[in-house]
């Protein structure tokens, strides 16, 4: 069967990468290739792109035009504490 990830799972998937590499900017694309060992988040593209919008309206990441005009993706490096204990969070709560 074709596994999909819960919206919950990518985000957190989205931001735990985006916290242990601070100074990646990457593109929707780019998410989307450095998880290209899980062959079913190509067919989810819209909802990662959701995802990265809704985590930029939440202020967690920040988006910026590269100089090819593409939308890059960030952590927002203010809220890296706050990312962090959340991750922590939930990481306590699947492993019950």
Sequence with gaps: GVKMYSIDELARDILSYLESH?????TLDGIIDWWSQEPNIRNQTASVKDILNELCSRGLIVMGLGK??????????????????CLKQKNKDSSR
């Excluded at 601070?22 to 990457?26: E, I, L, S, Y």
């Excluded at 090819?68 to 204990?85: C, G, V």
């Design 22 to 26: 601070p100074d990646a900017q990457d």
């Design 68 to 85: 090819d005009r593409r939308s890059y993706y960030q952590i927002n490096r203010h809220k890296l504490k706050q990312i962090s204990s």
